[in-house]
């Protein structure tokens, strides 16, 4: 993963070659020498944030196959039948 630095003129001169560069790795734009914004391509930003990623999704991701699965635990929803 190769990571490219642009800064804010670059990146609204050539939007599209910073699109592309997202292929290689993320793109850090810069604000007056700062790093301010970082781009990324949809498939990078799912993984970084892993929160809203279907079951499916989630077994399909390359590479590592053993990931951590802790579901919440459910109280006092469950009520018992009435069954009189």
Known sequence: MTATTLTSREFNQDTSGAKKATRRGP?????????????????????????????????????????????????GVLKPANLG
């Open 27 to 75: 793109v850090f734009i810069t604000d007056r020498g700062r790093p301010a914004h970082v781009l990324l391509t949809i498939e990078d930003y799912r993984r970084l944030a892993g929160g809203n990623m279907s079951l499916a999704e989630a077994l399909a991701q390359p590479g590592e196959a053993d990931f951590e699965f802790k579901p919440p635990r459910i109280s």
